[in-house]
């Protein structure tokens, strides 16, 4: 943490003022965020199709680019939920688009809006990395919503040498961010606050001492806040009946005696006219500021680069301890980790890497070695050695899930011990188990997966074991599968071959059957109506026809008919 960062948070960790009394509070706002939000996922989707393989490119890494820049101008746009306007840029609501309008009329007001589905993660997930450049300067924030955080004003002002300058150095990490229209509000509690952001320049009550920054001087918010309607403190139906009891400003909700406001509105009622009347809270403090979420990636610089990956395994030994022993710390085990590895010419290697349990220090050295002895057998790869390591755990658990039970669940640990030494000596695929995977053939459903190595889930709907598979065997499977089908022949009784005619039926009943050139004793007694498997027909792939045969000593087979030849594709034994 900085020098700024400590005395901040110094500041801010100082005794509230008494219940009753608000707290100087910062509100720092982002107009149309959710467009802002929209603009920049656009902007990195459309740049990350037309980059390179990030395995070929460069290590870029930093704090430069936090997130994409947003196009600008923005063009009249409008976000849609439920058929109504959730959001919409500045050019669209000079055009008279509104919030709230329903979408039909949005486009009827406007030809050329363009509307979009309003997704609100992305909201979220793009405000992540504005709260992270923020808190670097200002800790104590509290979220409020995405495009709007809060936090206490005591701190920083004493720091920074005043709210004005505090609040100027919030607007320039905002045009560091590229956040054009970014507001600052500084008043007597959250509401005051935000209501202070959202104000114009010439407004009573308010002051305007740079560009973006709107600043209620001390027990004056009250005052600000009086002209204000009060459909700014509650929602449209309260504000609605307050309305219909000619109570139009916060000024004359406020001036209600509260326990005449309790006795007819209730809690709805009481929370209005404290938010008018800039009350502080009556239990407690206002401000919730959020633990800043931990980062625990660790780094190492080789200088000199190494080459031999058992060098580069003992020299991280310590780092795999430093962030093993982090997540331990936090009650935390880590079920995936990232290893990035970057050449002295600036070519970057990265591989995520899953265990079955959780990661031990050696267990992520053994996955570095590995992954470097990869990139040594490379013939494209440059350079002298690897100048930086870089793990990143990217799957994180509560330790006390993956506790042994009382009997012990787990793995034998001397069969993972000795499995893995086993592993670390003959290589990486050496030694592995077998997983269920997608397809029609039998032999596509089978995957090597390396000991060690978490079970992989599809990437893709169609490459899952569960999804549907137009032509695939129902269960039972046959018990012996042969990694290359055996040419096989099939024979009616009078020696004629059987084949499938144009109606998908077999020319004859089969009755003897012939296996890699050997004929089967025991004849044909039962077998199933042949059905076909069609695939991949717009590359010109011909059809195939599967076929169940029972013998008469009680053996089955599965055979697949395959350009005019028959194919043993497995056995029931």
Avoid at 147 to 174: D, N, V
Avoid at 353 to 366: I, L, N, T
Wanted: proline share 9%.
């Amino acid at each position: 943490m900085s020098a700024a960062a400590a005395a901040a948070s110094a500041g801010s960790a100082e005794p509230a003022d008494p219940a009753g009394s608000p707290e100087r509070v910062m509100v720092f706002w982002v107009p149309d965020w959710p467009v802002h939000a929209h603009l920049r996922d656009q902007a990195e989707e459309t740049a990350s199709a037309a980059a390179p393989l990030r395995s070929a490119a460069p290590a870029r890494r930093g704090a430069a680019d936090p997130v994409p820049p947003a196009p600008a101008p923005v063009p009249p746009l409008a976000l849609v939920a439920q058929h109504r306007v959730t959001a919409c840029s500045a050019s669209a609501r000079a055009a008279g688009v509104r919030v709230g309008q329903r979408e039909r009329d949005a486009q009827s007001t406007l030809p050329a809006l363009e509307v979009h589905p309003h997704r609100p993660e992305v909201d979220a997930r793009r405000f992540a990395p504005v709260l992270a450049a923020l808190e670097e300067r200002f800790p104590g924030i509290e979220p409020r919503r995405p495009g709007l955080c809060a936090l206490r004003a005591r701190g920083p002002a004493r720091y920074y040498g005043g709210e004005e300058s505090a609040a100027q150095i919030l607007q320039a990490i905002a045009a560091e961010l590229d956040l054009p229209g970014a507001r600052v509000g500084i008043a007597d509690g959250v509401f005051a606050a935000e209501q202070a952001a959202r104000a114009a320049a010439d407004d009573p009550g308010v002051d305007a001492p740079a560009e973006g920054v709107r600043i209620v001087p001390p027990h004056g918010s009250a005052a600000f806040l009086a002209e204000l309607p009060v459909s700014r403190a509650s929602d449209a139906g309260f504000a609605e009946v307050l309305h219909g009891l000619g109570i139009r400003t916060l000024g004359a909700l406020a001036a209600l005696p509260e326990d005449a406001v309790r006795q007819r509105f209730g809690a709805e009622g009481i929370a209005a006219r404290r938010r008018a009347s800039a009350a502080g809270p009556v239990h407690g403090a206002e401000l919730r500021p959020r633990a800043p979420a931990r980062d625990y990636a660790v780094e190492l610089v080789c200088e000199p680069p190494i080459d031999a990956e058992e060098q580069l395994s003992f020299a991280c030994m310590s780092l795999a301890e430093a962030c093993i022993g982090g997540l331990a710390e936090s009650g935390l085990v880590c079920t995936a980790l990232r290893i990035e590895l970057t050449d002295d010419i600036g070519v970057r290697h990265e591989r995520e890497w899953a265990h079955p349990r959780r990661f031990s220090a050696a267990d992520a050295v053994g996955r570095i070695r590995w992954q470097a002895a990869a990139i040594a057998r490379d013939p494209e790869r440059g350079g002298a050695g690897i100048a930086r390591v870089r793990i990143v755990p990217v799957h994180t658990d509560r330790a006390a899930a993956h506790e042994p039970g009382l009997w012990s669940t787990e793995p034998d640990d001397r069969v993972h011990h000795h499995l893995s030494r086993t592993q670390s000596r003959l290589g990486h695929t050496a030694v592995g188990t077998a997983q269920l995977s997608g397809g029609r053939l039998l032999v596509d459903r089978q995957r090597f997966v390396p000991w060690s190595i978490g079970r992989t889930r599809a990437r893709r709907a169609r490459d899952s074991p569960a999804a549907p598979w137009p032509g695939a065997i129902p269960g039972p499977a046959p018990s012996t599968v042969f990694p290359r089908p055996l040419p096989a022949a099939l024979h009616a009784a009078d020696g004629a071959p059987v084949g499938i005619d144009a109606d998908e039926l077999l020319t004859a009943d089969p009755a003897w059957l012939g296996v890699a050139g050997a004929r089967i004793d025991s004849p044909v007694q039962h077998w199933s109506r042949p059905w076909t498997i069609r695939e991949r027909w717009w590359e010109g792939a011909p059809e195939r026809f599967r076929l169940q045969l029972q013998l008469a000593d009680g053996d089955a087979w599965l055979l697949i008919r395959t350009a005019d030849a028959w194919l043993a594709e497995g056995r029931y034994d």
